[in-house]
C-alpha cells in the first residue's frame, strides 16, 4: 500500500470536538449578525490591511474584529482533522473511498461556485465566496463519512 499523508486516528475525536461546535458558532455568528464584544477587537498585524490592493495597505497593524477570523481558524482546523485523519483500518479500499470523496467534493463545489457566477450578484456574492472557502472540506467530510457508513452497514468492511 502507497504511503498517505494521514494523521493519527486519535486526531478525528479531536477533530469533531472542534469543528462541529465552532461550525455552529460560525453559522450563528453569520446568521444573527450580533456585535461583536469590545474584547474581541483589537489591533493584529496583517498583509493586506484593507481596502483595495492597490490603495497600500500592506503590512501594516490593524484594529479589526476578531470573531470571525477566530471562528474560521478553528472551523478550518477541526474540518482537517477529521478529514485528514486515518481510519481505525486503513486499507486500500479506505484510500479509494478518500480519493473519490475528495474528487466529488471539489466537483461538487465548483459547480455550486458557478451556479453563483452566474445567479447571485452584490453583497451577497461576497457571503457566497465566504462560504465557498469550506464547502470542499465540509462535501468531503459529508462524503466520505456517508460511504463509511453506507459500506460498515452493509459489512463491506468487517474482518
Not at 57 to 82: H, P, Q, R
Not at 134 to 152: A, E, H
Request: proline share 3%; aromatic share 20%; with cysteine.
Amino acid at each position: 500500500m502507497k504511503k498517505s499523508f494521514l494523521l493519527p486516528h486519535r486526531y478525528k475525536l479531536i477533530g469533531w470536538f472542534v469543528f462541529i461546535p465552532f461550525s455552529v458558532l460560525g453559522l450563528y455568528v453569520t446568521l444573527i449578525n450580533e456585535i461583536t464584544p469590545k474584547w474581541l477587537k483589537f489591533t493584529f498585524f496583517a498583509i493586506a490591511g484593507g481596502g483595495t490592493p492597490l490603495a497600500g495597505d500592506w503590512f501594516s497593524l490593524v484594529k479589526t474584529d476578531m470573531a470571525n477570523t477566530i471562528i474560521a481558524t478553528f472551523v478550518i482546523i477541526g474540518g482537517l482533522l477529521v478529514a485528514f485523519s486515518r481510519e481505525k483500518t486503513e486499507d486500500e479500499y479506505i484510500a479509494e473511498l478518500r480519493l473519490s470523496s475528495f474528487q466529488w467534493a471539489v466537483f461538487i463545489n465548483y459547480l455550486l461556485l458557478l451556479l453563483c457566477f452566474i445567479f447571485v450578484f452584490s453583497d451577497a456574492f461576497w457571503v457566497v465566496m465566504v462560504y465557498n472557502m469550506f464547502t470542499t472540506l465540509l462535501i468531503f467530510i459529508v462524503r466520505f463519512n456517508y460511504l463509511l457508513f453506507i459500506n460498515r452497514k452493509s459489512g463491506r468492511n468487517e474482518k
